[in-house]
C-alpha cells in the first residue's frame, strides 16, 4: 500500500502536493475569519492565477454574489460582482452543470462582459462549489499566463473548490434587528443601522442617533480617522473582511479603544454594497499610556517630516524598537513595483534574493506581480499578518521567517505605499501590537502623501534652478572643476545661489560663485542676470577687480531691493598662481598637496548693489599642483544652529580628509553632511599644472610705413627660435593681413602676440576697435580691397574675434613642423 500511495503521490506535480499541504494547514481552523481569503490566495501562488473569487447565492438564490476575492483588481477583466442563475455567464454554467468550465482567449472573445487585460489576453476558470444543501457557488480564476491553465494548476483549482466548499456567515438582511453591538452600513449614502450597544460604546443615545455615519466618525480620536475612513469608505472592488482598531472620545479620561470587524458584502443587481460587523470593547486588551504615547511621537515625527525619506524615517524609529522587528521596508506604490525609500538595514544581503536583483540604484525596486499575496493585502487595503510557516512566495516570506506584517499606507481613496515588517524568529502578534500597526499605517499613509506631494514640487524647483546653472563644466588644461548644487529642504521657492567656471585666453580661467539674497522668482531670475553680466565682463579681458566692479555698477542700475555676494578667482593654469576678489563672500579654502587646509587671506569688498563707488581689492593666491580650492555660499557652513565659524571649520576637517583624486565623491561627501536649510553652491577645482606650456612672445606694433615688415620679421625670428622650420610661408602671409587690417581700419595701439603649443601655432592681433571684421559675401575683379579674411580663412585652421579690454583681438590657428 506505501508503494502505491508513493506512485500516487509522483503521479502528482510538486505544485499539488505543495497546495495539499498549505490548504490542509489553513482550512484545520474552521472558525478563523481569515480563512476564506488565506484559502483563496493560495491560487495566486500555486495556480499561477492573477485574480481568484468566489461566488455563493444571494438572497432568495437568483444571483451568484461575489463573497471574496484575491489578486488584482476584478474589474480589470470585466468580472462582476454579481450574476444571474439563469443566465448565459461561466459562472452560471458551472453552477447548473456543477462541471468546471475552462475558457481561453478565443472562447471569451465573443463574452460582451470579459475585458482585455492590460498586458494580453486571458484565460478564464469557473469550477462549482458544493455545500449543504442547495449552498454550493462558485470558484472563479483568471490567469494571464500564454498557456493558461496547465495540468497542476487545474487540480490546484479544484483543491481550493473544495477548501471553500463551506458558505460564507450569513449576513442579516436590511429590515431585522441587529445584535446590540452589530451594525450595517450602505456604502452609497453613509446611512447606518447600528445596534443598542454599539451606540453605547460611542456615548449615544439609541433615541437620538440620526442613523449618520459622520456622527460616529466625528467621535473618534483625528489620530485614527484616517485608517477608519479607509474602511468606511472603501470601494465596492474590495470585496471581504474588515479588522482594525481605533479610539473614541469619552466626556472624562482618556480615549476608549474599540475594535471594529466588518465585512463588505455585495448587495446584488441594482443594490449598494453593504459594509455589516460588530465594534466591541478593546480596552482591556492594552497598555493605554505606552500605546498612546507611541502614535502620539510618531504623529509629532511625521508632522515635522518634510520628504518621503523622512517619512521612512520616522516610521522605522517608531516601530522598529516597540515591535522588535528584524526588518522594516516603507515604499511608494508606482504602477506595479515597490519603490523602496527606506530600508532597515539598509545592506542588500538582509533582504530576499529577488529584491537583491533588482537592485538598480540605492534601494531595490521590487516587482509586485512576483509577490500575489502581497498585491492582494495592497489590493485590499488593510494591514495583514501572516505568522510563522505561513505559505507564502520567498520574495515576500524570505522578508521575515518568524512572521510578516504588511501595512497598505492609505490617503483618502488611494493607496500611497506600504510597509512591511519582519521578525526572524516566531513572534506572537498581540492586540496591542495590531492596534498599532493599523494607527501607525494611517498616519503614514497621509504623511507620505503630503511628502510626495513635496518631493514631487521640490525637483521642479530644482529643475527650474538647475537651467538657469551651467549644463556641464569645460575641461581645463591642467586642472579639474566640479560643482554641485542642492535647493533648500524648507520650502517650494527658488533660490539664488550659482556658480560658474568661464574659460578664458591664454590658459586662463575664472571661477564664479555667488548668492542673491532671499529665496524667491526675482532672486532666482537676478541670479541669472548676474551669472550672464559676469561671464560677459570676463569674456571682454577685464582683470577681475574690473569684472566685478561692472557686475556691482550694473545690479545698483537694475534699482532692485535685492543684493548679491559672490567670489570671483582668475586662474594662471600655466604658472599656478590666481587673483581673488570678493564682494561680501566667503573667502576660498585651500586644500594643500600635504592634506593640510587653510582659509585663503583675502581681502574683501562689500557686496553688490550696495555702494556705487566700491573697491574690490585683488589678493594673490598660490597654487601648487595637486592644491584643491574650494568656493561654496553659506548654506553649506552655516544653519540656525551652526555658527560660520564652525562650519568653515568643518569644511576645512573635512577637506583635510578627503581623497583629491576624487573629486566628485569629494563633492558629495561635503553636501551629505551639510544642513539643508539654505540653498547650497560648491565649486571644487584642483590644479594639477599643465604638462605642456606654450611659447609665448608680444611685439609691439608701431604705426611707421616699414610695420608690417617689422611684424613679419619679428615673428620670423621667434619662430626659428621655437625651432619651427616648416610652415613660415602662410604664418607670414596671415600676419600680413591682420597687422595691415588693424592698423588700416583702426586706431590706436596695436599688438602682435604668438603662441606655440606642440605644432599648432596661435596668431593673434589686438586693437582698440570694437568692430569685428567682417567677411565680404562676394568680391568682384575690380575691387582693390576685402580679400584679406578671405585668405586668412583660406590658409588656416581656425580664425575668429573676441573681445579684449574694449577693443578686440583677432586671431588665427595653423599647424607648423618644429
Known amino acids: 500500500m506505501a508503494n502505491v500511495a508513493n506512485q500516487g503521490a509522483e503521479g502528482r506535480g510538486t505544485r499539488t502536493l505543495r497546495a495539499e499541504g498549505a490548504l490542509r494547514a489553513i482550512t484545520a481552523d474552521q472558525n478563523s475569519p481569515e480563512r476564506v481569503r488565506r484559502v483563496l490566495e493560495q491560487g495566486l501562488v500555486f495556480a499561477g492565477a492573477a485574480l481568484v473569487a468566489v461566488y455563493m447565492p444571494g438572497e432568495g438564490g437568483e444571483t451568484l454574489c461575489l463573497v471574496e476575492s484575491a489578486g488584482v483588481p476584478r474589474t480589470l477583466y470585466g468580472v462582476r460582482d454579481s450574476y444571474p442563475v439563469t443566465g448565459r455567464s461561466p459562472l452560471a454554467e458551472a453552477h447548473r452543470t456543477g462541471r468546471p468550465e475552462w475558457l481561453g482567449p478565443a472562447e471569451l472573445a465573443g463574452d460582451p462582459h470579459a475585458r482585455r487585460a492590460p498586458t494580453g489576453d486571458f484565460h478564464l476558470a469557473a469550477l462549482p462549489v458544493h455545500g449543504d444543501g442547495d449552498g454550493g457557488g462558485c470558484l472563479l480564476a483568471v490567469s494571464e499566463r500564454p498557456d493558461g491553465f496547465d495540468t497542476d494548476a487545474r487540480k490546484c483549482l479544484e483543491l481550493i473548490a473544495e477548501a471553500v466548499a463551506c458558505p460564507a456567515p450569513a449576513v442579516a438582511a436590511e429590515g431585522t434587528d441587529l445584535e446590540p453591538n452589530a451594525f450595517s452600513l450602505a456604502m452609497d449614502t453613509g446611512r447606518v443601522r447600528a445596534g443598542d450597544g454599539l451606540l453605547d460604546l460611542f456615548g449615544l443615545d439609541p433615541a437620538e442617533f ?33 479588522e482594525l482598531e481605533f479610539r473614541v472620545l469619552q466626556p472624562a479620561g482618556p480615549p476608549r479603544w474599540l475594535r471594529l470587524s466588518g465585512r463588505l458584502v455585495p448587495g446584488g443587481e441594482g ?14 486588551l492594552r497598555a493605554d499610556i505606552t500605546d498612546v504615547a507611541r502614535v502620539q511621537r510618531l504623529a509629532a515625527s511625521l508632522a515635522t517630516a518634510v520628504t518621503v525619506r523622512d517619512v521612512g524615517k520616522a516610521v522605522v524609529a517608531a516601530l522598529r524598537r516597540p515591535l522588535r522587528a528584524d526588518r522594516i521596508a516603507l515604499a511608494e506604490l508606482e504602477s506595479e513595483r515597490l519603490v523602496v525609500t527606506v530600508l ?3 545592506e542588500p544581503e538582509s533582504w530576499p534574493e529577488l529584491w537583491r536583483s533588482e537592485w538598480r540604484t540605492e534601494w531595490p525596486d521590487a516587482p509586485v506581480r512576483a509577490m500575489p499575496t502581497l498585491a492582494a493585502a495592497l489590493r485590499e487595503g488593510r494591514p495583514r499578518i501572516w505568522p510563522a510557516g505561513a505559505p507564502l512566495e520567498p520574495a515576500l ?8 506584517a504588511v501595512l497598505p499606507l492609505p490617503a483618502g481613496n488611494r493607496l500611497a505605499g506600504v510597509c512591511l515588517i519582519g521578525w526572524d524568529t516566531p513572534h506572537d502578534f498581540g492586540a496591542d501590537e495590531r492596534a498599532l500597526l493599523t494607527a501607525s499605517a494611517g498616519l503614514a499613509g497621509q504623511a507620505l502623501m503630503r511628502a510626495r506631494a513635496f518631493d514631487a514640487e521640490h525637483e521642479l524647483v530644482g529643475m527650474l534652478q538647475r537651467q538657469l546653472l551651467p549644463r556641464r563644466l569645460p575641461r581645463l588644461p591642467g586642472a579639474k572643476a566640479v560643482a554641485r548644487y542642492l535647493p533648500s529642504t524648507a520650502g517650494l521657492e527658488l533660490g539664488g ?29 537676478l541670479m541669472g542676470q548676474m551669472r550672464t553680466a559676469l561671464r560677459a565682463y570676463a569674456a571682454e579681458g577685464h582683470p577681475p577687480d574690473v569684472v566685478v566692479s561692472r557686475a556691482n555698477r550694473l545690479l545698483l542700475d537694475m534699482e532692485t531691493d535685492l543684493f548679491a555676494t559672490c567670489v570671483y578667482v582668475d586662474v594662471d593654469l600655466e604658472e599656478g598662481s590666481a587673483w581673488c576678489v570678493r564682494a561680501g563672500h566667503l573667502p576660498p579654502v585651500l586644500r594643500h598637496p600635504d592634506g593640510s ?15 556705487r563707488q566700491a573697491d574690490f581689492p585683488m589678493s594673490p593666491l598660490r597654487l601648487q599642483p595637486g592644491t584643491v580650492l574650494a568656493l561654496t555660499t553659506d548654506g553649506l557652513v552655516e544653519s540656525a544652529g551652526t555658527d560660520i565659524d564652525e562650519g568653515m571649520a568643518r569644511l576645512e576637517r573635512e577637506l583635510s580628509g578627503s581623497d583629491p583624486g576624487r573629486l566628485g565623491l569629494v563633492a558629495d561627501a561635503l553636501l551629505d553632511s551639510a544642513p539643508r536649510s539654505d540653498d547650497i553652491a560648491l565649486l571644487l577645482m584642483r590644479y594639477d599644472g599643465m604638462r605642456l606650456r606654450p611659447l609665448r612672445e608680444s611685439w609691439t606694433v608701431w604705426r611707421v610705413p ?9 615673428t620670423r625670428r621667434t619662430l626659428r627660435a621655437w625651432g619651427v622650420r616648416e610652415g613660415l610661408d602662410p604664418v607670414l602671409l596671415v600676419v600680413s593681413e591682420l597687422v595691415t587690417n588693424a592698423l588700416v581700419h583702426t586706431d590706436g595701439p596695436v599688438r602682435l602676440d604668438l603662441t606655440l603649443l606642440d605644432d599648432r601655432l596661435r596668431l593673434a592681433v589686438a586693437d582698440a576697435s570694437p568692430r569685428t571684421p567682417i567677411k565680404p559675401a562676394s568680391i568682384g575683379w575690380e575691387a582693390t580691397g576685402g580679400r584679406g579674411i578671405l585668405l586668412v580663412e583660406a590658409v588656416s585652421t581656425a580664425w575668429g574675434t573676441v573681445p579684449a579690454s574694449g577693443g578686440k583681438q583677432v586671431w588665427a590657428e595653423l599647424v607648423v613642423g618644429r
Open 597 to 611: 587646509t587653510r582659509v585663503a587671506e583675502t581681502e574683501g569688498g562689500p557686496p553688490l548693489g550696495v555702494v
Open 210 to 242: 440620526d442613523g449618520r455615519v459622520e456622527t460616529l466618525l466625528g467621535l473618534t480620536v483625528p489620530e485614527d480617522l484616517p485608517s477608519l475612513m479607509s474602511v468606511v469608505e472603501a470601494d465596492h472592488m474590495s470585496i471581504g473582511d474588515r
Open 706 to 714: 616699414q610695420a608690417v615688415g617689422h611684424a613679419r620679421r619679428f
Open 397 to 404: 516570506a524570505d522578508v521575515g521567517r518568524g512572521g510578516i
Open 271 to 284: 443594490r449598494p454594497a453593504r459594509l455589516v460587523g460588530t465594534v466591541a470593547d478593546a480596552s482591556t
Open 344 to 346: 532597515d538595514p539598509p
Open 497 to 525: 545661489d550659482w556658480y560658474d567656471v568661464i574659460p578664458l585666453p591664454e590658459n586662463h580661467v575664472a571661477l564664479v560663485i555667488g548668492d542673491v539674497q532671499g529665496h524667491s522668482a526675482g532672486a532666482a531670475t
